[in-house]
């Protein structure tokens, strides 16, 4: 079983939200010595529940509803703050963004993803996500960081009740009968990209 050094190492983000505050520098160092003496046993419990809320992550909705949390938050794209797309990615690597105003279809939830070979980059003012060297989704607008904490809380809040995953229109996918958009019958005139 991995030491509780590593395992902090792969929840850690989700670890210091439940815990309030990251491990401090006289915790980092003797992690270096003792990876599973030197940790508190509150810290110990959160990197147990962290791993357990990984583990128990396994179908789409409960691998999004673990992506799609204020501090998995990395930044936006768009004009306006309440349609901005939100963009997360967890530490390891899971990735997806919420969009909260566009065509009926693509509103809600990305499913969770993961790839060793996703990356983003802005590309002539736009933000454009790859895995290698295929596009996999170009955006309209640049893609901002976000790197505050209350920054994140208040757009992951803005985004919060999109609790379903997007079915880009295909009425056939389980995804689409489980998650019905209610708004599919909008006209053409009423899609935007914020």
């Not at 990735?95 to 105003?101: K, L, M, R, V």
């Not at 992951?156 to 009740?161: D, F, G, I, R, T």
């Amino acid at each position: 079983m991995p030491s509780y050094k590593e395992r902090y190492a792969r929840y850690k983000k989700e670890v210091d939200a439940s815990m309030g505050k990251s491990l401090g520098g006289w915790g980092q160092f003797k992690a270096l010595f003792a990876p599973n003496k030197s940790f508190s046993t509150a810290r110990k419990a959160a990197i147990d529940q962290a791993e357990q809320n990984h583990l128990g992550a396994t179908t789409a909705d409960k691998q999004a509803d673990r992506l799609y949390r204020p501090f998995n938050l990395i930044g936006t794209t768009g004009t306006d703050d309440a349609h901005k797309t939100r963009y997360y990615r967890s530490s390891s690597g899971t990735f997806g963004h919420i969009t909260p105003f566009h065509s009926p279809h693509n509103v809600g939830r990305e499913p969770a993803r993961k790839h060793a070979d996703y990356h983003m980059e802005n590309v002539k003012g736009r933000l454009h996500e790859y895995i290698g060297d295929k596009l996999i989704h170009p955006s309209r607008n640049p893609f901002v960081p976000i790197t505050d904490d209350t920054q994140r809380g208040q757009h992951h809040a803005q985004v919060a009740h999109f609790d379903y995953i997007k079915h880009h229109g295909r009425r056939d996918s389980v995804i689409y009968r489980h998650n019905p958009m209610p708004n599919i019958r909008a006209e053409p005139k009423d899609y935007q990209q914020g």
